[in-house]
């Protein structure tokens, strides 16, 4: 974990608000917290040093789906929705607009624990990588793409693609198992590093913003394949 890494919390629940702070900040996390969807947009202007997005989706005003897709334009920040909506579409809507995890209400606070630190894991990596310098055995080459694993860094003909951490851990997995087929099952234990315990479409959603971001055409795919009624690849 990055020491004293700053988190926003954005909740119009002050009781929420208040319990997820204290969860953080016994956990060495330093806490901004926001009540709207505005305050939220203003408060990360004027704190660039935020690593990290703990979100509500039901808000006065902007809420937090508006607040994600308008962060996604400039920004690969984690984000995880902390949301009483618990359907499986709900979910889908989120990850829709850029989310990388999601957190139903009432939760555990060990859970909520681990999968901020999970999130902060993959973007330290990515901040880290940035500043190093690419080593060229570190590059795979997909027809027009290049992606670093060193500096979590993606390109499609040389211009730079913004992918969030998962985005980039889906690629970076199918891409270095070139030819071989994985179920979204596998996928999810490989890059969540958690089991899956029930039918869920996150993976697929996923892959589908993946891409809108890496294919010419996302409705024909020369990258990233379907193996219809097996899982997804990329081919060698």
């Known amino acids: 974990m990055e020491k004293n890494a700053s988190i926003l919390v954005v909740d119009d629940d002050k009781e929420i608000a208040d319990l997820v702070e204290i969860y953080l900040v016994n956990d060495g996390y330093q806490v901004l917290k926001a009540s709207d969807g505005e305050q939220c947009l ?5 704190h660039p040093e935020v690593r990290m997005l703990i979100l509500d989706i039901m808000m006065p005003g902007i809420d937090g789906l508006e607040v994600c897709r308008e962060i996604r334009k400039t920004s690969n920040i984690p984000i995880l929705i902390l949301s009483a909506k618990a359907e499986d579409m709900d979910k889908i809507v989120g990850f829709g607009t850029g989310a990388d995890d999601y957190l139903t209400k009432p939760f555990h606070p060990l859970e909520l624990l681990a999968r901020v630190k999970s999130q902060m894991k993959r973007y330290t990596t990515i901040q880290l990588g940035e500043e190093q310098e690419a080593a060229g055995k ?5 027809q027009d793409l290049t992606i670093n694993k060193a500096a979590h860094v993606v390109k499609k003909n040389g211009k730079e693609i913004a992918l969030t951490p998962i985005e980039f851990d ?61 899982g997804y690849k990329i081919e060698g």
């Open 170 to 230: 889906i690629l970076y997995l199918l891409a270095s198992n070139r030819d071989r087929v994985f179920s979204t099952d596998e996928i999810f234990e490989k890059v969540w590093n958690e089991k899956v315990y029930e039918v869920n479409n996150t993976v697929m959603v996923h892959i589908r913003r993946l891409r809108e971001k890496i294919e010419d055409n996302s409705r024909s795919p020369k990258i990233l394949k379907t193996v219809w009624g097996v």
């Open 138 to 142: 570190d590059e795979i080459e997909i």
């Open 42 to 46: 203003e408060t990360l202007k004027q």
